[in-house]
């Protein structure tokens, strides 16, 4: 059975459509990402599943119950952790007393040592959680999240706001939960955070999923075009380049091609018979932020590219 | 069969436990936060004193002559009920809805009921300190009469402590953000402590009492005097009934109007999140 399975969920706020028709599953042990823009239904989403919210229409099960059941509503919480957008800690407890304090809500909790040293603030035990730092405070957050010891984690986009190396030590928190068979589903509207965490990836937009995959093949990323760069070798005209260039960009010329193998051949073969450099000479696919931002509309300015024919 | 067994809101002893754990960091973070500690216990505590200090061996015409000593005792005891339950509470669960606190509660394990038990149990103890230490100042520094029926003494303190509990939290759901909260609730207190004669006594059939009457502040003060007044029985049923009437009502809007997510930061109808408390 899977963990999470969502069928046509639906829901609005007065005339504001803020979920339509989303459907997905969860399956267990396995690491899914809802990425999207601001407003896009990430929360909103989560917060159903979570019972937090009611829903309009649509099946949702989460860990065999119907999240919107207030009689079954403490077992539920009993086997999930949340870690959520906002800071949400007691100042004036230490940080052992508030993982001590939540852990006695569970039945079958972490030590509260083990939580400390996941998150690294053995240090920090016995400081009240006012004069924590923004960072360590979160990490605090994302204990507290833990410490009941879940079988399913909801993280809400759980880094926003780190520094880079605050970022991989979450990161690395997460992935050992996961290690340890926990289910997770994390908002996030970092890429490289859904690329390196993520199993699979759901592009929600304006409260539709437009696209749905592992990170690698998401939006045909993995068939698709390839993009060709180069540095333009000195003393040749563009026209008499032996491949048609799709742009200029300065110095920089771009080849887009589904054939990229022949392409490469054509022009290397030109470039060592020739003599001519093809410097800083790269091919890639497009990344997940170029994916993520056709998926969601974004338009770039055509005025930035020089357009060769 | 299975599936009835399987649904365990209420676990008996575990509960009664998991409750008394919950009042004890509502205690903790009572205590530890200097500010709250102060402005509840401290305020009742020094107003007493410089008023019952001020009041000598004076008689008050408007209460036939009892000796103003015996009012102060009474009345900062409802001061001290009042600022636990109403001021002191509304303050906090506004600032801890809207720090996301609550929120974070609401997807944690902890009952609903269990929350608020372990807040009544915090104000019952809290409560019960101020009381102890008013009636030994009173006793010990200016000769007061302790009450001569403490079985409505208690029913008095009980009734007020439920009563405002529930005033209190109606108030912080009406209250739309973390800065408006202190103003807000001190406010309607000092006025409503102003206008009940809680300072100094006001006459039972002037127009000041005709409207304090309407507020469950008066009769609070009027509940906790009147075991303090040795020419009375010490029972004062109607003010104990408009007490449980207020107590009801703030129950109701309560319920309506409880939120358990920040609502400052809610412009649109988008971000609302309201969730009824039982449904």
Known sequence: ?309 | MSATAAIRPIRGVDDLRLVGRQIRYEQISFWLNPISAIFTIGFSVVFMILLEASAGSSRSSNLANLKLIQYYAGGFIAYGVMSTCFNQLAISLVVRREMGLLKRLRLSPLPTWALFAAILGNAVIITAIQVVALLLIGRIGYHVVLPHNWAAFVVALVVGVVAFTAIGIAMSTVIPNQEAAGPLVSIVFFILLFLSGLWYPIAAKSGLAQIASVFPVRHMILAMLAPFDPRKSGWAGNDLLIMAIWGVGALLVASRRWAWAPRAAQGSGLTRRRLGLFR
């Open chain 1, 1 to 309: 059975m899977s963990t999470v399975s969502v069928e046509h969920l639906s829901k609005s706020y007065g005339a504001t459509t803020a979920v339509e028709d989303v459907s997905f599953v969860v399956e267990s042990g396995e690491v899914f990402a809802l990425l999207g823009p601001n407003g896009a239904g990430k929360t909103t989403t989560i917060e159903i599943l979570e019972g937090f919210r009611s829903r309009d229409r649509g099946d949702v099960k989460v860990l065999g119950f119907d999240p919107g059941d207030r009689l079954r509503a403490r077992e539920l919480r009993e086997r999930m952790g949340v870690v959520l957008q906002e800071l949400a800690v007691e100042p004036f407890l230490s940080v052992r007393q508030a993982l001590a304090r939540n852990a006695g809500y569970y039945p079958n909790p972490r030590s509260v040592d083990e939580v400390l040293q996941l998150i690294g603030l053995e240090q920090k035990a016995s400081a009240k959680v006012k004069s924590l730092s923004g960072g360590q405070q979160r990490r605090l957050d994302l204990g507290l999240g833990i410490v009941g010891n879940p079988e399913l984690m909801f993280l809400d986009e759980p880094t926003t706001g780190f520094d880079p190396s605050a970022r991989r030590g979450a990161w690395d928190l997460v992935r050992s939960l996961t290690r340890g068979g926990t289910t997770v589903i994390l908002t996030t509207h970092y890429m490289d955070e859904a690329e390196a965490l993520a199993d699979r990836v759901a592009v929600i937009n304006a409260g539709t999923i437009v696209a749905e995959g592992t990170p690698e093949s998401l939006g045909g990323r993995d068939v698709g075009e390839a993009s060709i760069r180069f540095v333009l070798p000195t003393g040749v005209a563009v026209s008499d380049m032996p491949v048609a260039l799709t742009s200029v960009h300065g110095e920089l010329g771009e080849i887009r091609t589904d054939r990229e193998i022949e392409v490469l051949a054509a022009l290397t073969t030109w470039a060592l018979e020739g003599g001519h450099e093809l410097r800083s000479l790269t091919v890639e696919r497009s990344t997940l932020e170029d994916v993520y931002l056709r998926l969601t509309g974004y338009q770039a300015a055509s005025a930035t590219e020089a357009v060769v024919t």
